[in-house]
């Protein structure tokens, strides 16, 4: 193999860690807002409630919830710290997992799981 090929290869390695950390950069970024504002919202909690005019839920406690584990469980079980898959509506954001299929000088491919 030429020294080329190598050098390209390290070079693919070390651009797919860097992406990979910065999408987990990301992730990391989103996770910290979401609990400000979890908090913001636990210190307001009922805080003008008597003016509201709309419900203030939107799912039923028997919601089935799927965990970070594969496993389910209904939202009115779900408890601080429980860890959820979701998808950001707005955003499309969700986690996911890659592995890499091929790789060559030119081209490299990644699947999902």
């Not at 807002?33 to 028997?62: D, F, N, Q």
């Not at 965990?67 to 429980?82: E, H, M, N, R, T």
Request: include cysteine; glycine fraction near 4%.
């Amino acid at each position: 193999m030429s020294e080329a090929v190598k050098v390209w290869r390290a070079l693919d390695r070390a651009y797919t860690a860097v992406k990979d950390a910065e999408e987990a950069a990301k992730v990391a970024e989103d996770a910290v807002k979401a609990e400000h504002m979890v908090v913001e919202a636990e210190k307001t909690e009922g805080a003008g409630a008597e003016t509201a005019s709309c419900a203030t839920h939107s799912l039923v406690p028997s919601t089935e919830v799927r965990l970070a584990d594969g496993s389910s469980k209904p939202i009115s079980k779900v408890k601080a710290g429980d860890t959820v898959l979701a998808t950001d509506p707005q955003t499309g954001v969700r986690p996911r997992s890659r592995s890499r299929t091929s790789s060559s000088p030119r081209r490299t491919r990644t699947s999902p799981p």
